[in-house]
């Protein structure tokens, strides 16, 4: 706590706190209005706070950002599509909404619009477009708490970890041939071995999508990954990923698919499974029972010796999507300004019991959404 402000009427009521003591100055945004700010009468208070670019008003900051949003997406010749979970966490995040619009590479609407829209509103707080055919345009819209002209730059960084959460597996898969993409959708992932030389193919159960793929000039083919995997030559594929699938199988099915790839895989390749992380509470009630279609979790440590059991021997747990920091619970700290060069003992051991738990509670509910599992075939 740095001020406080504290009035009835116009009289100052002068309580104190620590070694702060309320006065009638308060502070607006710390970049775009840093200066102090007096005011006069609790009537006042919302106008004084606007003036100073901070909008107090949770309804009307809310208005005002929904109205920047979908003008953006008008703008963009398109339309905004507003999850109202998103929505919920960018009015809680801004004092000062401004928008701007980025872009993405078209070869990513090549990906399942779910797995867009989870990538850009529950990992980044971003807003999908729609185009006037009902479909997701190559452009999002992403809301600020800064000046209107640093929005172009700001947009830029933005548009930069769209791209790299896309593409951040390819390092797995670099020098070999081979690739099998499990439920490959679209084909986004073929697209960007396609991009970087790498001979892949895609499976999918769903026909429409194998077709989309087919018609960019990708390898796909129908069918499930256990009856194609079986119809292989033993050390035939350089690589497997399947991203967003696992969750969807039963677990004897995924134990005989696992010991499958193995046997399918040449010595050095390499198999990528991403999936939703059930050690993060978060993830799993917001994202894993929300699905349906998905039948069972699997928790990192399951799946690490699921791939080891199969005979992988080398079984790495890349942690991804972290909750932000933003959104965790808050550490306290006994500062010494309020209690003296040294704090009461057992002030000190409440907050530091207080903060242990609260670590201990980060780690559990608010860590990584999704994980993914890398093995390597001996």
Known sequence: MRWLLALHGDAVVPVTFGDLTAGDVTYGHRFLAPGAIRVTEPAGYAAALEAGQVIVDQNRRAQLLR???????????????I?????????????????????????????????????????????????????????FIVAHNGAPERTEAIVRGH????????????????????????????GEFLDLLREKG??????????????VSRSRGLDATVGDARSYLSALPDESLGGVIAVQVIEHLEPAYLTEMLGLVFDKMRPGGRLV?????????VAFFESFIR????????????LQYLLQASGFSQVEIVYRAPIALEGRLQRVTARPEHFGDTAPDALTELVSSFNSNVDRLNDRMFSYQDFAAIATKP
């Open 159 to 186: 548009e930069r970890v769209i791209r790299a959460r896309l593409a951040d597996f390819l390092p797995y898969f670099g020098g070999q041939s081979n690739v099998l993409d499990i439920g490959c959708g679209r």
């Open 67 to 81: 109205e920047g949003i979908h003008e953006a997406g008008a703008g963009a010749g398109g339309r905004a599509v």
């Open 291 to 302: 699905d349906l279609t998905h039948v069972k979790p699997i928790h990192p440590e399951t």
């Open 198 to 211: 790498i001979a892949a193919k895609g499976l999918d159960l769903n026909p429409e999508m194998v077709e």
């Open 273 to 281: 499974l991403e999936t939703i992380n059930p050690a993060c509470w």
């Open 83 to 139: 999850a109202d979970k998103t929505f919920a966490e960018v009015v809680n995040l801004v004092e000062w909404p401004t928008v701007g619009v980025g872009t993405f590479d078209e070869e990513f609407l090549a990906v399942p619009r779910e797995m867009l829209e989870y990538a850009m509103g529950g990992h980044q707080r971003y807003f999908a477009i729609e185009n006037a055919e009902g479909g997701l345009a190559n452009r």
